[in-house]
């Protein structure tokens, strides 16, 4: 019988990456890479898995989209009672990958989860559409609900209390991601990839290749 998880099987091919193609620091090179998998129109560039893990170190993983990046660190949004949120308050230690499969590549960010101040939270908050805005206050993200109509309920209570402006919830926040390290992914023939990450060393950034 087939098996239909062990016989999928796919050869990579595109592409390497050496130590000289990369940039001199790993801010430079995402913006490369991520550049690339906006003109190979890759569905939805900016989606991360977020990888946190509770105080006593149990792991929670979910898809967030990136919503602002810099050499200060990489940007999202999140409800704060939700279980990310809540684990990255307690435990900062935090995970990104990136998974850009029509390129055959991937970039993991490993560091630390920093609370974005309240000023750059409603500079955010006011750019997002209206419907996402009332959505941050009807949804307690994460907590259990009895039904989907509560959740409309709640929707159309935020539409009906807020018919101008959509304030800020108290609970809705954000991180920034300081890295200590990156990664860059590249798939090769034979699964030898590529796996080339930079480490920062005090100032600076040292680069180590790893095994595949």
Same mark, same amino acid.
Not at 165 to 175: Q, S, T
């Given at each position: 019988?087939?098996? =239909? %998880?062990?016989?999928?099987? /796919?050869? %990579? $091919?595109?592409? !390497?990456?050496?130590?000289? #193609?990369?940039? $001199?620091? =790993?801010?430079?090179?995402?913006?490369?890479?991520?550049?690339d998998a906006?003109?190979?129109?890759?569905?939805?560039?900016?989606?991360?898995?977020?990888? &946190?893990? *509770?105080?006593?170190?149990?792991? &929670?993983?979910?898809?967030?989209?990136?919503?602002?990046?810099?050499?200060?660190?990489?940007? +999202?949004?999140?409800?704060?009672? &939700?279980?990310?949120?809540?684990?990255?308050?307690?435990?900062?230690?935090? *995970?990104?990958?990136?998974?850009?499969?029509?390129?055959? /590549?991937?970039?993991?960010?490993?560091?630390?989860?920093?609370?974005?101040?309240?000023?750059?939270?409603?500079? %955010?908050?006011?750019?997002?559409?209206?419907?996402?805005?009332?959505? $941050?206050? $009807?949804?307690?993200?994460?907590?259990?609900?009895?039904?989907?109509? #509560?959740?409309?309920?709640?929707?159309?209570?935020?539409?009906?209390?807020?018919?101008?402006?959509?304030?800020?919830?108290?609970?809705?926040? !954000?991180?920034?991601?300081?890295?200590?390290?990156?990664? +860059?992914?590249? !798939?090769?023939?034979?699964?030898m990839h590529d796996?080339?990450?930079?480490?920062?060393?005090?100032?600076?950034?040292?680069?180590?290749?790893?095994? =595949?």
């Amino acid at each position: 019988m087939t098996d =239909p %998880y062990a016989d999928l099987r /796919r050869e %990579y $091919a595109l592409g !390497g990456l050496t130590e000289e #193609e990369l940039a $001199a620091d =790993p801010f430079a090179m995402f913006q490369r890479w991520y550049h690339d998998a906006v003109a190979a129109s890759v569905y939805e560039p900016n989606a991360m898995v977020v990888a &946190s893990a *509770s105080a006593d170190g149990r792991p &929670s993983s979910r898809l967030v989209l990136l919503k602002g990046f810099s050499p200060a660190g990489w940007v +999202f949004f999140t409800n704060l009672g &939700s279980r990310k949120g809540t684990e990255l308050l307690a435990n900062p230690h935090v *995970s990104l990958l990136f998974p850009w499969h029509p390129l055959e /590549r991937q970039v993991r960010v490993d560091g630390r989860a920093v609370l974005l101040g309240r000023g750059e939270v409603a500079a %955010y908050f006011e750019t997002r559409p209206r419907g996402s805005q009332l959505g $941050a206050h $009807a949804s307690r993200q994460s907590r259990e609900v009895g039904s989907r109509e #509560e959740l409309d309920d709640a929707w159309a209570a935020a539409d009906a209390a807020y018919p101008d402006e959509v304030p800020v919830p108290d609970e809705w926040g !954000g991180f920034r991601v300081e890295p200590d390290a990156v990664e +860059f992914w590249q !798939g090769r023939p034979g699964r030898m990839h590529d796996r080339l990450v930079y480490r920062l060393d005090g100032d600076s950034w040292s680069v180590h290749r790893l095994a =595949p």
